[in-house]
């Protein structure tokens, strides 16, 4: 693939030897390669294993857990689980009414965007596998300790009434096990809808840091944003709580940051802040959660990811 | 032969909707499809992710990714 860029800079494009230009083109088109195979490649094995982890199955799991132990597998199960914001809601509900905790439920709720398939590519392309791991363990952890203090708070009182006066109409559930083959058929089209999606942000984020990569100084923001400035982390998440993003179309601006010389505790809260707490996820759950539950949420959320940021900065 | 499609009206929801009138057209059937927007009725009807297909009283479908129009025939012709 090196190989690849470097003769199309050269012999394709016949760009001068080692000048900035092709330097940066040719970063481009060895990391969008890379990361695009590396991102379908994730994706689809995520997506079969997904398969095998329906809503309705963890719901299943997570009623006769109790609590902790129940906020560890809620948390992986959260990521394991398919679904999209929208789903947030019914989600809530049924897992209320199958009698799993409150904070049980939040755990699982809050690992699902915290851990995303698409960062998880793209940190992992971009800064290695070690970053890419901590980013997990970081986004598993606040979901499991997020979840238990919610939990601990006796929140009940904070969800609206009718969320427990709900009688479900006890349907059949008539969803064949899929074969195999139907697995890969549905993860195969998973993925191109995925890729459809992002294609685009990732190009993006690839081009600003071919470009930074090969113009501006790698210290430019390290002055102002370095793991030494203490107020670098609250300043990313305040920064990070009012934008909403997917994981995809924040990571540009995550690579340009951390390409200025941004530390990597202080980015990866800015990230966190802006894919877990996102203004219109709140608005639904609002349909189920009075103001003051959402206000612990959010509360919660911002000092987790505000001391995960902290912790990153000193161990790296 | 009754048809519940469940989802907010979120573009998946939508394209479901759409989806499964088509299967119906091309089934050949005169069933009506109902939809179901409201989040406590969906709830209720135990559909966890959305979009849900429910026909006869079975739910037959819910949640990402979508199947496909070939495969919602499936799911309807196997209740005729």
Redesign the interface.
Known sequence: MKSFAHYVVYSVLNLQEGSRLADAVEFFIYDTIKIFFLLALIIFVI?ILRSYF???RT?RILSHKKEFIGNILAAFLGVAT???S??A???F??FV?AGIPIGVTFSFLIASPMVNEVAVVLLWGMFGWKIALLYIAAGLSIAIIGGIIIGKLKVEKWVEE?VFK??????????ARQQFRERLV?AR??TV?ILKRVWLFVVIAIGIGGFIHGYVPQDFLARYAGADNPFAVPVAVAMGVPLYSNAAGVIPIVYALMEKGMSLGSVLAFMMAVTALSLPEMIILR?VLKLQLIGVFVGIMTMAIIAVGYLFNMIL | MEIKVL??G?A??QTMEEMTKTAVQELGLSASVEKVTD??E?????????PGL?VN?????????L??LEKVKELIGSEV
Do not use: M, W
């Not at chain 1, 709900?166 to 559930?173: E, F, G, N, T, V």
């Not at chain 2, 969906?42 to 959305?50: N, P, S, V, Y």
């Open positions: 997506s329906p809503p309705e719901k398919p679904f999209c929208c789903s809601v019914p989600l509900i049924g009414e009718y709900i009688q479900s109409l006890q349907i059949q559930q008539d969803t549905s089209a998973g809808d349909k | 989802g907010p979120c998946n929801c989040i406590a969906i709830a209720r009807h135990g559909i966890l992710t959305t429910i009283g079975k739910i037959k479908h819910s949640g990402k990714p199947p496909t």
